[in-house]
């Protein structure tokens, strides 16, 4: 019977069955959604990777390594602090200036300069002063090798000779607005004018002229004293118009 059925079958024509109406239109269809989408997947890594490698932050399945050195912590709080950056072996402008060299009282450590620092002598202001004044000037020129500190008035007075005693009251300082300070080097030199009265224009009565012979200078806090040749006449009473001063500026 089976032989008879299988000759049967192999006569018979088989036609294979039709697939539905637009399968294949969506079988194409989802292979491109699927190719499509695989596309955007692998894109939207890429730019993932790129980026992160130009942030620097990509560890590549490692984590990031730490920072060389052992970072120091405050024992007191228990806090971490930033280490400080080491001393730099360069010395300063402030370590590497030469310190000064003097004594005395002078600032800056220039001391102050002295009678025998100095050389003191007189000449004529040329500048006009009125009928009745003149003026002097004193020229003190440092003599000495080293720098010396020259600032303020001098203590002048008329003097009867260079041992004498000084005639009237010393000279009247006029106040300025600025006392310069003058580190004059060996050679420099400062001066002070001075403005002096005409003893003849005045009442003799009540000015009574006398004769001087010169100046007696003490240089700017200093106790030692010059004599300075100038012979002339002043009034000998006080407080009929003494001469002044001005305080020491550089010569010129």
Request: net charge positive; with cysteine.
């Given at each position: 019977?089976?032989?008879?059925?299988?000759?049967?079958?192999?006569?018979?024509?088989?036609?294979?069955?039709?697939?539905?109406?637009?399968?294949?239109?969506?079988?194409?269809?989802?292979?491109?959604?699927?190719?499509?989408?695989?596309?955007?997947?692998?894109?939207?890594?890429?730019?993932?990777?790129?980026?992160?490698?130009?942030?620097?932050?990509?560890?590549?399945?490692?984590?990031?390594?730490?920072?060389?050195?052992?970072?120091?912590?405050?024992?007191?709080?228990?806090?971490?602090?930033?280490?400080?950056?080491?001393?730099?072996?360069?010395?300063?402008?402030?370590?590497?200036?030469?310190?000064?060299?003097?004594?005395?009282?002078?600032?800056?450590?220039?001391?102050?300069?002295?009678?025998?620092?100095?050389?003191?002598?007189?000449?004529?202001?040329?500048?006009?002063?009125?009928?009745?004044?003149?003026?002097?000037?004193?020229?003190?020129?440092?003599?000495?090798?080293?720098?010396?500190?020259?600032?303020?008035?001098?203590?002048?007075?008329?003097?009867?000779?260079?041992?004498?005693?000084?005639?009237?009251?010393?000279?009247?300082?006029?106040?300025?607005?600025?006392?310069?300070?003058?580190?004059?080097?060996?050679?420099?030199?400062?001066?002070?004018?001075?403005?002096?009265?005409?003893?003849?224009?005045?009442?003799?009565?009540?000015?009574?002229?006398?004769?001087?012979?010169?100046?007696?200078?003490?240089?700017?806090?200093?106790?030692?004293?010059?004599?300075?040749?100038?012979?002339?006449?002043t009034c000998s009473v006080p407080g009929v118009d003494p001469p002044t001063i001005m305080p020491?500026?550089?010569?010129?």
């Amino acid at each position: 019977m089976s032989d008879h059925f299988d000759t049967w079958l192999d006569r018979q024509r088989i036609e294979p069955l039709a697939p539905p109406p637009g399968a294949f239109e969506r079988a194409a269809q989802g292979a491109a959604r699927r190719r499509r989408r695989r596309a955007v997947t692998a894109a939207g890594v890429g730019v993932l990777v790129i980026t992160a490698v130009a942030m620097g932050s990509v560890s590549w399945g490692r984590e990031a390594a730490p920072p060389i050195g052992p970072v120091p912590t405050d024992t007191r709080t228990g806090t971490t602090t930033a280490a400080e950056p080491p001393p730099s072996s360069t010395p300063s402008a402030a370590s590497s200036r030469p310190t000064p060299s003097g004594s005395g009282t002078g600032r800056a450590d220039v001391a102050r300069c002295t009678v025998a620092d100095l050389r003191v002598t007189v000449e004529a202001d040329p500048r006009p002063y009125g009928p009745d004044h003149y003026g002097m000037k004193l020229v003190l020129t440092n003599i000495a090798p080293q720098r010396c500190l020259l600032t303020g008035y001098p203590r002048v007075a008329f003097a009867q000779g260079p041992d004498g005693p000084t005639v009237g009251a010393d000279f009247t300082r006029t106040p300025s607005a600025r006392q310069l300070e003058l580190r004059m080097a060996q050679g420099a030199a400062g001066e002070v004018s001075m403005r002096l009265a005409r003893a003849g224009t005045y009442d003799p009565a009540a000015c009574r002229p006398a004769p001087v012979a010169g100046f007696r200078v003490y240089p700017p806090e200093q106790s030692e004293s010059v004599f300075v040749p100038y012979p002339t006449e002043t009034c000998s009473v006080p407080g009929v118009d003494p001469p002044t001063i001005m305080p020491a500026t550089p010569s010129v």
